[in-house]
Structures are given as structure tokens and as C-alpha cells.
T-cell receptor, first 118, second 114 residues
Framework: AQTVTQSQPEMSVQEAETVTLSCTYD???????LFWYKQPPSRQMILVIR??????QNATENRFSVNFQKAAKSFSLKISDSQLGDTAMYFC???????????????FGKGTKLSVIP | GAGVSQSPSNKVTEKGKDVELRCDPISGHTALYWYRQSLGQGLEFLIYFQGNSAPDKSGLPSDRFSAERTGGSVSTLTIQRTQQEDSAVYLC????????????FGSGTRLTVV
């Protein structure tokens, strides 16, 4: 089974500080992508960052970066210089292959609620 | 369109009534997905459409739920004889051929069954 686990239901960080959200996953595949999505109170799911498993270099998008440890099946998200607008639910996601239908769907972790404190 | 459009944004219905939720994906996206998000929870996969292939309905929770996609574009999720446990946010997403590249989501429909 392919699962995604986010072990931190809630976290808080002071504005301008750095915070790391953890995610672990389980898969038998070798080539895949991993994603972090952000869901602010507006409930719009926004793609934050994507990591390709065959690339050793960690992905970076402005203040957002990942620490991808393939052997450990760990995919954490680091947010630097936290801003009030970063307050949101953050979901880690992994494409799960449905062996019956032959299709892929994203499987999501249960999310981490991040609060940025002024 | 520029993004994934869902309507209505909010829907309140009485228990036992049928509801239809609409999703208009990004033009050119062949894959379309429906997810359900209960209060404070993660996303539960419901159904997946890819081009003209038979949909993957493996996530539909009961036979009261159905979905169709007309002309490979707009999709409608129908819930018959709604129950209070159907109250949730229903999210639609679309993508290029494979979810391996990530989705673009709509803003969702918040369904409240009273």
C-alpha cells in the first residue's frame, strides 16, 4: 500500500522565523513525484512545491524548500522567513497508482495546520 | 478557462434531496478528479476521469454518489437522497494526462445537509 503520513496535526511559528513540516511516505516505486499543497482559509488548494524523486537536488521555490531523503522516504517542507499569509493547512501528496484501473491519483496526508504568529 | 471553476460555491440542502455539483476544468486538461474533504480532515478520493476511458469510481462511498463528464470537459457530481454525513467540501481538480505532474484545484463546493 502507498500511504502518506504527516505526524504534526498543528504547528505554530513566529513571523520571520523558519518552520519545518514533516512528511513520510511508503512506496515500492522508484521514479515518482512528491508534492506539497497549501490550503488557506479560502479553501483553494495551491501547489507549493514539487520534487522529482530521481533528482538528488532538493527543490526550492522562493521561501519554500524541501528536504528529500529518498532512502528514508521522507519529504519535509521548510518555510523560511514565515509570513502571516503562510497561515494555512499544508498537505503532502504522492501519486498512487491504482493497479486495477491503471491510473494515478494523488494520495494526501491528513495535513498540518500552520499558524504564523505576529 | 484560466482555472478550475466549481459551482455552486456553497449549497445547503435538506436531508433526502438530490444535489448536483459542477466542475469546469482547465481547457486542455484531459484528467479530472473529485475529492471530498470533511471538516478538518484530509482529502478523500472519489472518482477520476481520463479522456474517453471508463472512469475510476473506486472511491465513491455509496451508490447514492455518481458522476459524469460530458464531452471530455465539464463534470457533474450527483448525490442522491443526501444524508447529514454527506456534508463536506467537494473539491474538483484537473491535470494533464497524468497526476504524476500534480493537479490544479477548484475552490470547492461546501455542501451542508440539514
Amino acid at each position: 500500500a502507498q500511504t502518506v503520513t504527516q505526524s504534526q496535526p498543528e504547528m505554530s511559528v513566529q513571523e520571520a522565523e523558519t518552520v519545518t513540516l514533516s512528511c513520510t511516505y511508503d512506496t515500492s516505486e522508484n521514479n515518482y513525484y512528491l508534492f506539497w499543497y497549501k490550503q488557506p482559509p479560502s479553501r483553494q488548494m495551491i501547489l507549493v512545491i514539487r520534487q522529482e524523486a530521481y533528482k538528488q537536488q532538493n527543490a526550492t521555490e522562493n521561501r519554500f524548500s524541501v528536504n528529500f531523503q529518498k532512502a528514508a522516504k521522507s519529504f519535509s517542507l521548510k518555510i523560511s522567513d514565515s509570513q502571516l499569509g503562510d497561515t494555512a493547512m499544508y498537505f503532502c501528496a504522492f501519486p498512487r497508482r491504482d493497479s486495477g484501473a491503471g491510473s494515478y491519483q494523488l494520495t494526501f496526508g491528513k495535513g498540518t495546520k500552520l499558524s504564523v504568529i505576529p | 478557462g484560466a482555472g478550475v471553476s466549481q459551482s455552486p460555491s456553497n449549497k445547503v440542502t435538506e436531508k433526502g434531496k438530490d444535489v448536483e455539483l459542477r466542475c469546469d476544468p482547465i481547457s486542455g486538461h484531459t484528467a479530472l478528479y473529485w475529492y471530498r474533504q470533511s471538516l478538518g480532515q484530509g482529502l478523500e478520493f472519489l472518482i477520476y476521469f481520463q479522456g474517453n476511458s471508463a472512469p475510476d469510481k473506486s472511491g465513491l462511498p455509496s451508490d447514492r454518489f455518481s458522476a459524469e463528464r460530458t464531452g471530455g470537459s465539464v463534470s457533474t457530481l450527483t448525490i442522491q437522497r443526501t444524508q447529514q454525513e454527506d456534508s463536506a467540501v467537494y473539491l474538483c481538480a484537473s491535470s494533464l494526462a497524468s497526476a504524476a505532474y500534480g493537479y490544479t484545484f477548484g475552490s470547492g463546493t461546501r455542501l451542508t445537509v440539514v
